[in-house]
């Protein structure tokens, strides 16, 4: 079984706090987006709530895997995330900035993680590091063209 020191570990269970929050975000603004383009965000934060919905799963079983308990309950999840547990907008624009902001936080924790465990030699643990970051990557290219698309119409 690999191992990973405390301060790893934790900065783990703290990604599942992050990724926890971030799926509950992209899950409310997709009840409460408004605007001309809708439907099509509405559809598109609802793919990515499912998605986060299994990067929490994927992080929560490699804590199992390495040995530990997730613990994992709401306010927990509220207070440990690098995340902003804040969900109040309903703009597209607005929306995508906040998930762009968002996504960068958890990027940054991952690329923490990714060397920590790389200099600890768990390989899988750092694998899914960069498989998280590539959804991150893509993701936040994708949120970066609504809002520039958005910003163009209002011109
Ligand atoms: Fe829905």
């Given at each position: 079984?690999?191992?990973?020191?405390?301060?790893?570990?934790?900065?783990?269970?703290?990604?599942?706090?992050?990724?926890?929050?971030?799926?509950?975000?992209?899950?409310?603004?997709?009840?409460?987006?408004?605007?001309?383009?809708?439907?099509?965000?509405?559809?598109?934060?609802?793919?990515?709530?499912?998605?986060?919905?299994?990067?929490?799963?994927?992080?929560?079983?490699?804590?199992?895997?390495?040995?530990?308990?997730?613990?994992?309950?709401?306010?927990?999840?509220?207070?440990?995330?690098?995340?902003?547990?804040?969900?109040?907008?309903?703009?597209?624009?607005?929306?995508?900035?906040?998930?762009?902001?968002?996504?960068?936080?958890?990027?940054?924790?991952?690329?923490?993680?990714?060397?920590?465990?790389?200099?600890?030699?768990?390989?899988?643990?750092?694998?899914?590091?960069?498989?998280?970051?590539?959804?991150?990557?893509?993701?936040?290219?994708?949120?970066?063209?609504?809002?520039g698309e958005e910003n163009e119409t209002n011109m």
């Open positions: 079984m690999a191992k990973i020191n405390l301060e790893t570990t934790n900065k783990l269970r703290r990604l599942l706090s992050s990724w926890a929050v971030f799926y509950q975000k992209a899950h409310t603004f997709h009840w409460d987006v408004t605007g001309e383009n809708f439907l099509g965000f509405h559809k598109y934060l609802k793919q990515m709530y499912e998605e986060s919905v299994e990067h929490c799963d994927e992080i929560a079983e490699r804590l199992r895997q390495i040995g530990e308990r997730t613990e994992l309950t709401l306010n927990g999840a509220s207070s440990d995330s690098v995340v902003q547990d804040d969900n109040s907008l309903s703009t597209v624009n607005k929306i995508s900035q906040d998930l762009i902001t968002a996504i960068a936080q958890l990027t940054s924790l991952q690329t923490e993680i990714y060397n920590e465990a790389d200099e600890q030699r768990d390989y899988v643990t750092a694998n899914l590091m960069t498989q998280l970051s590539k959804w991150c990557e893509f993701n936040s290219w994708f949120l970066a063209s609504v809002a």
